[in-house]
C-alpha cells in the first residue's frame, strides 16, 4: 500500500442535511470530504467533485473529528484542500463550521503535533480561511486558483504564484509530486538543498583585526544556507518574504531540527523586518513541535533604510530576542562568516554560541563604528 493511501477511513457515517430546506438542495452522498488514517499520518482530503468541495455541517463535523483523532493517536495531519468554501445551501449553519474547524487545528497544534497543507485548486473561502490556512507549513498546487474571495466574487483571479511571491506559501508544487512533498516535509524521504559554494578551508590571514573581517566577508566563503546544504540531508523550506533569511523544517544526521540560515549573497544579506518575522516563526514551531534549532547567522547587520524603519525593525529584532529567549528546546548558534550588532545577535542568541575559525562578531561592522567614533568610516 502506497504511504499516502488510507488504511483506515472516518466517520463515513456522517453525513449532513438540509437545515433551511432549500429548494432544490440535496444533501451529498458521499461528502465533500473523506478523512481517514495513513500509515504515517492522518489525512484531510476535499473532493471538488461534491458540491465544489464546499464545507457544510458534515463536513465541518469531519474535520472536526479527524484532527481529535489525531490528537488521540499523536498524528501529524495533512490537510488537501480543493474548494470553493462554504456551502451557500446551508447558510449559517455551513459559516459556523470556519470556527469549530479553526479551533480544532489550533488544538492540534497545542498538542506539539506538526500539520502540512496542500491547496488545489481550487482553494477559496471558508476552507482556506479555517483549518487550510492553520497548518504549519503550506504548499499549493502551481497555477491554482488560491483566495479568500473566489472569481464569481471578485473580478481578479488570486492565484498560487502570487501567494508564493507574497511569501504565504512555502512550496509550489506539481499535482504529480504533491506526495513526495508531503513525505520530504514529515522527514521519510531526502529533499536535500543544492549546494552553492563547497566548505572551504581559510588560510593566510596577515594577523590583524582587519585581516580577518576581509577573510569573514571573503566572497567565495559559504554563507549559512550552504553550510545548511552540507550538513542537512533533508530541507523543507518555510518561506518568509524576505530571502536574505532562510529557514526550514531539516534532517541533520537522522535528527529532526528546524534550521534557520542566513545568505550574505541576497541582495545586500542585510536582514529586514520580515526576515525577523520568518525567524520567530521557525522559533516558535521549533518549540512547539519540540525540535531542537540550529542557527547559522553570517550578516553585517540589519537593514537600516527607511522601509525597515518604518516596518517596525526594531520591534521584529525585539521579538526576535525574546522568541530566542522562549524557545523550551536546545539550541545551538554557529557564526559562519560575519556577525554584525543587534540583528545579527537576535539569531544567535541560542543556549550555545561557536564561531568558525576567521569568522567575527561585532558590536556593529566596522566601517559603522568608525563612523561614530572618528566620523569617518574609512
Known amino acids: 500500500m502506497p ?29 465533500s470530504v473523506l478523512t481517514g488514517r495513513t500509515r504515517d499520518y492522518a489525512l484531510i482530503e476535499g473532493r471538488f467533485d461534491v458540491l465544489g468541495g464546499s464545507m457544510g455541517a458534515a463536513h465541518g463535523e469531519r474535520v472536526v473529528r479527524a484532527y481529535r483523532r489525531a490528537i488521540d493517536e499523536r498524528l501529524p495531519i495533512v490537510v488537501c484542500t480543493s474548494t470553493g468554501g462554504a456551502r451557500m445551501q446551508e447558510g449559517m449553519v455551513s459559516l ?31 476552507v482556506y480561511a479555517s483549518y487550510g490556512s ?25 492565484t498560487s504564484e502570487s501567494a508564493y511571491d507574497a511569501g504565504l506559501l512555502d512550496a509550489l508544487v506539481e499535482p504529480d509530486a504533491t506526495w513526495a512533498w508531503v513525505d520530504g516535509a514529515l522527514g521519510l524521504r531526502a529533499t536535500p538543498l543544492p549546494r552553492r559554494r563547497q566548505p572551504a578551508a581559510f588560510e593566510g590571514s596577515d594577523g590583524t583585526a582587519w585581516g580577518e573581517v576581509r577573510l569573514a566577508r571573503a566572497t567565495d566563503r559559504p554563507t549559512g544556507i550552504d553550510w545548511a546544504a552540507d550538513l542537512c540531508s533533508s530541507w523543507t523550506e518555510l518561506r518568509g518574504a524576505d530571502h536574505v533569511v532562510r529557514a526550514g523544517l531539516a534532517t541533520m544526521a537522522g535528527q529532526r531540527l528546524v534550521v534557520v540560515a542566513c545568505d550574505r549573497y541576497e541582495g545586500e544579506g542585510r536582514p529586514g523586518p520580515d526576515a525577523f518575522r520568518l525567524v520567530q ?48 528546546t536546545p539550541s545551538v548558534s554557529v557564526c559562519v562568516g560575519e556577525g554584525g550588532s543587534g540583528g545579527a545577535l537576535a539569531m544567535a542568541h541560542g543556549d550555545r554560541l561557536l564561531i568558525q575559525r576567521h569568522a567575527v562578531f561585532s558590536v556593529i561592522a566596522p566601517e559603522g563604528a568608525a563612523a561614530i567614533l572618528h566620523r569617518d568610516a574609512g
Do not use: C, K
Open 281 to 328: 516563526r521557525a522559533v516558535g514551531l521549533a518549540g512547539r513541535l519540540e525540535l531542537p534549532l540550529l542557527t547559522l547567522v553570517d550578516t553585517p547587520g540589519a537593514d537600516p533604510g527607511p522601509e525597515s524603519e518604518a516596518a517596525g525593525i526594531a520591534g521584529e529584532i525585539a521579538r526576535t530576542f525574546a522568541a530566542m529567549d522562549a524557545l523550551p
Open 96 to 126: 459556523v463550521q470556519m470556527a469549530r474547524t479553526a479551533a480544532a487545528a489550533r488544538d492540534h497544534a497545542a498538542a506539539g503535533l506538526l500539520s502540512l497543507a496542500v491547496f488545489g485548486n481550487p482553494t477559496t473561502g471558508g
Open 3 to 31: 504511504p499516502h493511501e488510507l488504511q483506515v477511513e472516518w466517520d463515513a457515517d456522517v453525513v449532513g442535511g438540509d437545515p433551511l430546506g432549500f429548494p432544490g438542495y440535496t444533501p451529498p452522498r458521499p461528502e
Open 134 to 158: 492553520l497548518a504549519d507549513v503550506r504548499a499549493a498546487h502551481a497555477e491554482a486558483t488560491i483566495g479568500f474571495a473566489g472569481p464569481r466574487v471578485v473580478a481578479h483571479r488570486s
